[in-house]
């Protein structure tokens, strides 16, 4: 793309993933009809349908949807082929009747599995579709599997050999993004603001949806490594590191606002905003890390300092005898800093070997 301007470039590098994806989809709808057409299939869009569906930003997405489209539609095709077969049905109570029957049972299916959700809408088209009733319950139900059968292997296969996306990659790159927003927290619980910013409110909301969508990526990923479709670390410890370390920023926060903040301002606020920041820059470099793929280089002492600086901190309180005048939850709060703190610090030492194991080995 050296012929773009440096404007369209950097506009086409932001989107490639969606442009990518893009042509993705088309391909495999455009590969599918023609496949349909030269089989003969009767309702070939069904098929084109199901390939535009399967076919997802990853491979793992992609294995998931094909599962879940494939057994969904073979459930409801068996099972409302072979409820059209036994209750004979030519409109009013007679229909009625074989609706409940094919129906009721497969949405309980679907409420317990999310691989069922397509089952009732499946068993819904055997019953009542028109072309249905002019081939025969089960000779349709067979031609309704061959569809969605097709549908599925060509968009899977081509999720496999057109520009293919592993999730792996896409899960370190998440997990990249949801360590940037954390070291933001951190930044902002370093500054000890009364008045929190437009910014600094939205970054919890931005925390929870980085997290969910990092879990979603780690379940593809994982099934990409249960196909023997990728040979990529684990993803469930990076994904519960994350986790712990969220959960950490959620008790700091806690600790801060509910401390006397008069007492961390006047005696601890540079020796918290200096354990803090520091803890913010080693989640930053963490960050780094996972994004290129490489080992962490930050620098792993300079947290542990700062800890040991801020237990100085409370220590210099306790000779001063400042901790006197305090009720015993403001004294208990200001411990539970420093433990908050040192247990960050061992979720972040976890996230570093973590970044170590996605690191792409050096030649």
Not at 251 to 278: K, N, Q, S, Y
Not at 304 to 319: H, K, L, N, P
Not at 335 to 340: G, M, R, T
Request: aromatic share 4%; glycine share 8%.
């Amino acid at each position: 793309m050296a012929f773009l301007p440096d404007s369209l470039h950097r506009v086409f590098e932001r989107q490639r993933p969606r442009l990518t994806q893009a042509v993705r989809m088309t391909v495999a709808s455009l590969a599918t009809f023609g496949l349909a057409e030269a089989l003969g299939l009767p309702q070939g869009y069904w098929a084109v349908i199901t390939a535009l569906i399967v076919t997802q930003s990853s491979v793992g997405g992609s294995l998931k949807a094909a599962l879940d489209r494939f057994l969904g539609s073979v459930v409801g095709a068996c099972y409302g082929g072979a409820v059209a077969f036994a209750i004979p049905h030519h409109g009013g109570a007679s229909t009625f009747a074989a609706l409940f029957v094919a129906v009721a049972p497969l949405t309980i299916a679907a409420a317990v599995s999310a691989g069922f959700r397509i089952a009732p809408i499946t068993a819904i088209i055997v019953l009542l579709s028109t072309t249905g009733s002019t081939l025969g319950p089960l000779a349709f139900a067979l031609d309704r599997i061959l569809e969605i059968g097709l549908g599925c292997v060509v968009g899977l296969a081509v999720s496999l050999l057109v520009a293919p996306a592993r999730a792996a990659r896409a899960v370190t790159e998440q997990a990249a993004g949801l360590a940037r927003l954390l070291a933001g927290q951190l930044e902002a619980l370093a500054r000890l603001e009364t008045v929190e910013t437009p910014e600094v409110k939205a970054l919890p909301p931005a925390v929870r949806r980085s997290l969910a969508r990092l879990e979603t990526l780690a379940g593809e990923a994982a099934r990409e490594r249960r196909s023997r479709l990728s040979t990529a670390p684990d993803p469930d410890p990076l994904l519960r590191t994350l986790m712990r370390l969220r959960h950490d920023l959620v008790l700091l926060r806690r600790a801060i606002t509910e401390a006397d903040a008069d007492v961390l301002r006047i005696h601890l606020a540079g020796a918290w905003g200096t354990a803090a920041d520091a803890a913010a820059a080693r989640l930053r470099d963490l960050a780094e890390a996972l994004a290129a793929g490489r080992r962490p280089t930050g620098d792993e002492a300079a947290l542990a300092a700062a800890i040991v600086g801020y237990r100085d901190a409370i220590d210099g309180m306790r000779r001063r005898q400042v901790t006197r005048t305090l009720p015993t939850d403001g004294v208990g709060r200001i411990f539970w800093l420093a433990f908050s703190l040192e247990q960050l610090r061992r979720n972040l030492d976890d996230l570093a070997a973590r970044a170590n194991d996605f690191a792409t080995p050096e030649p």
